[in-house]
């Protein structure tokens, strides 16, 4: 049984530079780490990949062979992958028997919601190698400070989470520069839990833009709720602490915690449970380190 997490988010949203520093991480606390470059737009890797779908294909390539743009170039390149799934599972076969495996996959986020190859892809490497995956998926935190965007990212995050149906992660990254472009209108919380997005209306109806979609904007806002699916953590890929948790909540979601674990159920459930940390706990000292104007948030 081997574990890894599937990467993915929107373009800039810090995918390899996460990459790039959980795979670090994990081999500082004693985890061999492959990582597995399945981007053909990514030709500037701050990491070494041990698989690389250059080696399979190029987009420069598609491009110009086939007159496609980079948005129908990465799709022609992903549903070559799929096609050619044998490759790729020739050059994680020998990977499987030490290594836990990151997937760094394209930004496209049609990939994710709307075209089946990228799942397809997935769901056959966990089939054929008995993967246990969790999509961690990517939102930049300052998309929070723009109500209408932080819609944007919700739908973006439920409709991936429906599509991909795997143990699924939402992280805000770079929350370290989320005061970069302003005060959030409300607490850290609120962003992160998802509870109560009626309060969101009021801030879109100052924007001119966003108050003429109103009716609309209020019903999705309704959909989101009615699952009851989305909610984030937050994530500094440079602050160890920050990175660290974020992996204890990978590690519960597919089961790594229990790899090594003999023991009878009552043992399962003492790690299942665990010691409780508090996310009203954690956000807030989130909120507290990283959002020095903690007090001027509206009630």
Request: with cysteine; aromatic share 10%; hydrophobic share 40%.
């Amino acid at each position: 049984m081997v574990f890894g997490q599937v990467v993915i988010g929107p373009p800039g949203s810090g995918k390899t530079t996460y990459c790039n520093g959980m795979s670090q991480f994990l081999n500082l606390i004693g985890r061999k780490v492959a990582v597995i470059n399945l981007d053909p737009a990514n030709d500037a890797l701050p990491y070494e990949c041990a698989v690389n779908i250059e080696d399979l294909i190029k987009l420069s390539d598609v491009m110009i062979e086939h007159s496609l743009g980079p948005n129908g170039g990465l799709v022609y390149c992903m549903d070559y992958l799929e096609k050619n799934i044998d490759w790729l599972q020739s050059k994680l076969e020998p990977l499987l028997k030490d290594h836990y495996l990151l997937f760094d996959f394209p930004g496209q986020v049609e990939l994710f919601f709307l075209h089946a190859n990228a799942k397809s892809v997935i769901m056959k490497l966990i089939k054929k190698l008995n993967l246990r995956l969790t999509a961690v998926h990517l939102v930049d935190a300052h998309l929070c400070s723009d109500p209408g965007k932080y819609v944007s990212a919700l739908l973006l995050s439920l409709s991936t989470m429906l599509h991909l149906e795997l143990p699924h992660v939402n992280v805000l990254s770079k929350i370290d520069l989320i005061e970069n472009y302003g005060n959030l209108a409300f607490n850290l919380d609120f962003y992160t839990d998802v509870q109560d997005l009626t309060y969101l209306h009021h801030h879109l109806d100052q924007d001119p833009r966003s108050a003429k979609y109103r009716k609309l904007t209020k019903e999705l806002c309704e959909v989101i709720e009615d699952y009851g699916l989305v909610n984030f953590t937050t994530l500094d890929i440079q602050d160890k602490e920050s990175v660290g948790n974020l992996v204890k909540l990978i590690d519960k979601s597919n089961g790594y915690i229990f790899a090594g674990i003999d023991g009878n159920a009552v043992e399962f459930s003492k790690i299942a449970v665990g010691p409780v940390d508090w996310d009203y706990y954690r956000v807030a000292a989130v909120q507290e380190k990283y959002m020095k104007d903690g007090d001027n948030f509206d009630d």
